[in-house]
T-cell receptor
Framework: AQSVAQPEDQVNVAEGNPLTVKCTYS??????LFWYVQYPNRGLQFLLK??????LVKGSYGFEAEFNKSQTSFHLKKPSALVSDSALYFC?????????????FGSGTRLQVQP | GAVVSQHPSRVICKSGTSVKIECRSL??????MFWYRQFPKQSLMLMATSNEGSKATYEQGVEKDKFLINHASLTLSTLTVTSAHPEDSSFYIC??????????FGPGTRLTVL
């Protein structure tokens, strides 16, 4: 079975500083990896995904993530945080090889960007 | 991008009543949809996989007789919470699978059972 770990419940960063939200995963075979953002009482908004190819994936709103197979990690990054980036972030995984398309989500990390 | 809608966005009902939540893919056909549940300050947990024209596949621990899923067309799946109780209060989110390894999520339905 696949699993996702987001070790930090909350990440605090000052506006303009770089941010990192950590994610590690466990899956049989090759993974599909995703990052989503959720604002209060809203559904999930897609940020980016890794399927294959370049390990550095660029997504929406200036976010990017780096796939590291040896460390089984897919950390979310942004060079310069905005106050409006404050939200709940979820990392998710699904295995490529089984045909199971449902996503397994991490526990979420709340990002708080201070002005 | 593809759009998935949910209706209603918010529902309050009395204990013992049934509530139906609709999930629609607005601009693409979805043979597979998923239903997730999210409790406050927790992650999304997969409840079931909804397959067009066949029975839904439920995750372990999810009562299929309580959470009825119907996927009657390529653009609509419904989740009916039967005989709802306060512990069923949650945020229910659907997603629709589109080819190309894309899942698109609905905006969610907040269910409150009094």
């Amino acid at each position: 079975a696949q699993s996702v770990a987001q070790p930090e419940d909350q990440v605090n960063v000052a506006e303009g500083n770089p941010l990192t939200v950590k994610c590690t995963y466990s899956v049989s075979g090759n993974p599909y990896l995703f990052w989503y953002v959720q604002y209060p009482n809203r559904g999930l908004q897609f940020l980016l995904k890794y399927i294959t190819g370049d390990n550095l994936v660029k997504g929406s709103y200036g976010f990017e993530a780096e796939f590291n197979k040896s460390q089984t990690s897919f950390h979310l990054k942004k060079p310069s945080a905005l106050v409006s980036d404050s939200a709940l972030y979820f990392c998710a995984v699904s295995p490529q090889d089984t045909g199971r398309r449902a996503l397994t989500f991490g526990s979420g990390t709340r990002l708080q960007v201070q002005p | 991008g593809a759009v998935v809608s949910q209706h209603p966005s918010r529902v309050i009902c009395k204990s013992g009543t049934s509530v139906k939540i609709e999930c629609r893919s607005l601009d693409f056909q979805a043979t597979t949809m998923f239903w997730y549940r999210q409790f406050p300050k927790q992650s999304l947990m997969l409840m079931a996989t909804s397959n067009e024209g066949s029975k839904a596949t439920y995750e372990q621990g999810v009562e299929k007789d309580k959470f009825l899923i119907n996927h009657a067309s390529l653009t609509l799946s419904t989740l009916t919470v039967t005989s709802a109780h306060p512990e069923d209060s949650s945020f229910y989110i659907c997603s629709a699978w589109r080819s190309g390894n894309e899942q698109f999520f609905g905006p969610g339905t907040r269910l409150t059972v009094l």
